[in-house]
């Protein structure tokens, strides 16, 4: 049973639909569903529209067109459950040194050898839920439940461009150096994200990741 | 999200300059500083109070002035606020990426190689499709005082009558560890009832986080595009401007509107 998306207003220029409270990847599908719907119909002065793992958020130039008249123009996207359009089918492989700062740690605090957690790591097939973050930067899931270990309580200040890491059941790719409070536990030479590129972000919501251990 | 934190400023000076409103000019922080002009310009600054000189003789905000080739526009030093913005006839011609001409640090994009200006830098103008002399925007000329106002965010019910009339009656102090990505704000910490444990979701400038226990962080124009710590309140978009504008130590307090 579906429930009926809610909606809140996110300031003056946005407004948030919620379809579930808890993570799932039908939902998931159902959101960017429901986001691609919304894009294709084009509004004017709807500036952004931005899926994420439940919600979506819709930006919009509110000194053109108000909330209400946005709330009735989507609402029939918003409400019906048409897969609008079939999820990427895209399949990405990032080649991996695991050799992260963390994979002890990880190693620790989950029980098992550097070498379980690596295998576990890499033996997945991941989905991409979303992206965001900083430009590039999709979550992926779902991670190996034995893996799963809380976020560390001091984020690192500076984590390195094309670190691999976990955090409660996700894992990802930071595209650039930024703080950070997952554990990392590889690297990637990819570059993840790339305006010379297009589409510039190397994983897109709804593709599928692999990690594939490399010596390199 | 990205582009000026002093937005109404920024356009108010490309209007004056007769540039189109999304022309990039330098938002300019913290020090002083000399630009050199290697040709004629006509240039206006705004948004924070600032002592500038050209040549050595004082300027003043909001007035357009044409710069021959050879001169030095010297920052003496910001006197209040944090931004000053100094905009030029034509805009500062960068790239447009991702349909905008802003600069973003965190991913490297825009501007001069998606980095800081730093001294040396050369800095290419466009070219000025107007002549001067149209209406004289007042919008910054006088910055309103009093309270902020807010609008209340996705999770405004996890916080109860006592918090909000908390949040509602202090006096935040903006914190030293502010920046483009976010305010944190001291003064006060707030708490949340009942479940805060929420997938991340979209967030946007202005929006007021409140992470566990902790003291709030008004996300700014480069900071993240989710979150997924409570929104109580998002700040009105005509008082983005003035509140980008708060240097650290300086007080403000929050009213809700609607």
Known sequence: MQH????????????????????????????????????????ESVTDVVPAYTTIAVYFDSARITLDSIVDTIASVVNTNASVVADSSAIVEIPVRYDGPDLDDVAERTGLTVRDVIARHSSRTYRAYMSGFVPGFAYLGDLDPLLIVARRSV???????????????????????TPGGWHLIGSTTLRMFDVARNPPALIR??????????DA | MSGLADRDSGLALNALLGNDPN????????????????RDASVAFGGA???????????QARVVYHVPWGSELQIERIVRGRFLLIAIAGGIDVPIILGSRSTLLSARIGGAEGRRLRTGDSIATGIAVS????????????????PVHVTSGPQADLFDDLGWSEFLGAEFIVSIASDRVGYRLDGLTLSHTGDTAFPSEPTCIGAIQVPNGGSPIVIMNDGPTVGGYPKIAVICKSEMSRFAQLAPGEKLRFELTR
């Open chain 2, 23 to 38: 022309a990039a000019m330098i938002e300019w922080a913290v020090a002083g500083g000399v630009l050199r002009f290697e």
């Open chain 1, 4 to 43: 009926t998306p809610s909606i809140a207003r996110l300031g003056d220029d946005a407004l948030l639909i919620r379809f579930a409270n808890t993570i799932s990847w039908e939902v998931g599908t159902r959101v960017r569903a429901a986001a691609a719907g919304i894009r294709a119909m084009e509004i």
């Open chain 1, 205 to 214: 919501a709804g593709d599928t990741v692999r990690f594939i251990p490399t």
């Open chain 2, 49 to 59: 109070d600032a002592i500038c000189a050209l040549n050595r003789a004082p300027l």
């Open chain 2, 131 to 146: 002549r001067v002399g149209g209406d004289v925007p007042l919008a910054t000329a006088a910055r309103n005082s009093g």
């Open chain 1, 155 to 177: 984020p690192r200040l500076r984590v390195p461009a094309g670190s691999v890491a976990i955090a409660a059941a996700q894992t990802a790719v930071y595209p650039f150096e």
